[in-house]
Nanobody, 115 residues
Framework: QVQLVESGGGLVQAGGSLTLSCAAS????????VGWYRQAPGKQRELVAT???????NYADTVKGRFTISRNNAESAVSLQMTSLRPEDTAVYYC?????????WGQGTQVTVSS
């Protein structure tokens, strides 16, 4: 059974930093492209950052230069370092793992940025 478990969310002031972590189990992690998506209230889920199985990152324009995605295949984990946080970064952040037609999601972790 595939599980993706996020951690690290919380409440932070604007300009602050948070690091999200996602621990994966039940899959061959190094074969998967993994990433982070977010969903704010009343909005659609959107891509934040992804990293391919060969460790090529991709970022949404809104987070470029502020967020850094990384993966640790030995620990089957993916992290998202978030700096210079803004109130508009407030959302539930979801971890995702994709391989061919397979796609798995975590349960999400809340990030709230106060102004």
């Amino acid at each position: 059974q595939v599980q993706l478990v996020e951690s690290g969310g919380g409440l932070v002031q604007a300009g602050g930093s948070l690091t999200l972590s996602c621990a994966a189990s039940g899959l061959t992690f190094n074969r998967y492209d993994v990433g982070w998506y977010r969903q704010a209230p009343g909005k659609q889920r959107e891509l934040v950052a992804t990293i391919t199985s060969t460790s090529i990152p991709n970022y949404a324009d809104t987070v470029k230069g502020r967020f850094t995605i990384s993966r640790n295949n030995a620990e089957s984990a993916v992290s998202l370092q978030m700096t210079s946080l803004r109130p508009e970064d407030t959302a539930v952040y979801y971890c995702n793992a994709k391989f061919n037609f397979l796609s798995f999601w975590g349960q999400g972790t809340q990030v709230t940025v106060s102004s």
